[in-house]
């Protein structure tokens, strides 16, 4: 570690020496209430079946990858409506339904897989990103 | 450094009467739209592709305008995570410190910033100053607009030119933003 970073830590350090347990909890529990990943894979999953446009936001995509790493939602459902296609989209600026050439699976999606449900898939790289759930 | 900073706003027929960027907050755990780097002025770096992806997006019925500013960041106060390592390595340490210190292991970049703009402003007379900036800027790693280039013919590695930066100001001063006028519509 560089001497200029030893010296930002120390001074983090003084930090949490100032403040209470109590005021520390208060202010992180404040910023963490604001976090930004805050929906669920079931609240999203129910938002893309009743619309579909949803799919248009790349945020949104890119948090529901997000999610299925947390063991907790993997037992979301999927909406009946999208598990027989595949959705697509280059650079969020069109959403159709096609098929992708080459799905890549990756690792926790995988395991959200093996849990006997239905697949998902995301297609990294280049124009092509997307998921897919198939029964 | 100086660039151009591209802005995207909804299309409100109130072109005409905006004089400064939007101030992007929190607006809640639902919205998908929550700025990437904490409260603030958010610019798309010398970006118009990506200011009317934005636009496109986020405002589809109404449509959008295109604000072009003319940025003046001074080094001292940029955070720069897109040119610095030195920067990048302290993020990361501080942020390690903070996992150590609170367990706060699921903390993203952006509530990590709150917390060092609290930390700074916690206690003035301490002079506690982990984070004496006033704008960063970052590279949107998950823009998949790969436009590649190899180094070398036949070689694999190769490297990015269009990729996406953002630019956060904190707050707005003329010396940070000295000009903010309508690109698009034209």
């Not at chain 1, 990858?65 to 993997?74: A, L, V």
């Not at chain 2, 995207?8 to 700025?35: C, F, M, V, W």
């Not at chain 2, 010398?46 to 604000?67: D, V």
Request: glycine share 6%; charged share 25%; hydrophobic share 35%.
């Amino acid at each position: 570690m560089s001497k200029e970073v030893k010296e930002y830590i120390t001074l983090f350090e003084e930090f949490f020496d100032e403040i209470s347990k109590e005021e520390l909890s208060a202010i992180l529990s404040k910023i963490e209430s604001r976090k930004y990943h805050g929906i669920t894979v079931s609240d999203y999953l129910n938002s893309l079946d009743s619309n579909i446009d949803v799919l248009k936001d790349f945020y949104r995509h890119n948090e529901i990858i997000t999610h299925f790493e947390n063991s907790e939602h993997k037992n979301a459902p999927i909406p009946s409506s999208l598990t027989k296609g595949v959705i697509k989209g280059e650079h969020a600026q069109s959403i159709e339904l096609g098929e992708f050439s080459t799905p890549v699976l990756l690792n926790d999606v995988q395991e959200f897989s093996s849990a006997g449900r239905n697949q998902a898939y995301y297609f990294p790289g280049g124009d092509n990103y997307g998921y897919r759930l198939a029964a | 450094m100086k660039t151009k900073g591209h802005h995207t706003l909804e299309n409100r027929g109130n072109a005409d009467r905006i004089k400064q960027p939007s101030l992007s907050k929190y607006k809640g755990e639902d919205d998908p739209h929550n700025p990437f780097l904490g409260e603030g002025y958010y610019f798309w770096d010398n970006n118009i592709g990506m200011a009317h992806e934005w636009g496109r997006i986020r405002y589809p019925t109404k449509g959008y305008y295109i604000f072009e500013g003319s940025l003046s960041l001074e080094d001292k106060f940029l955070f720069d995570l897109v040119g610095n390592r030195s920067d990048q390595i302290r993020i990361k340490e501080l942020f390690k410190f903070f996992v150590a210190k609170t367990g706060k292991k699921d903390f993203d970049l952006a509530q990590f910033f709150e917390v060092l703009k609290f930390v700074v402003k916690y206690n003035p007379q301490k002079n506690i100053n982990i984070f004496p900036y006033k704008y960063i800027r970052a590279v949107d790693n998950s823009k998949r607009t790969l436009d590649t280039i190899r180094f070398n013919m036949g070689k694999e590695p190769y490297t990015n030119l269009s990729p996406v930066y953002l630019i956060c100001l904190f707050e707005l001063n003329e010396l940070a933003l000295q000009r903010f006028f309508r690109i698009y519509p034209s």
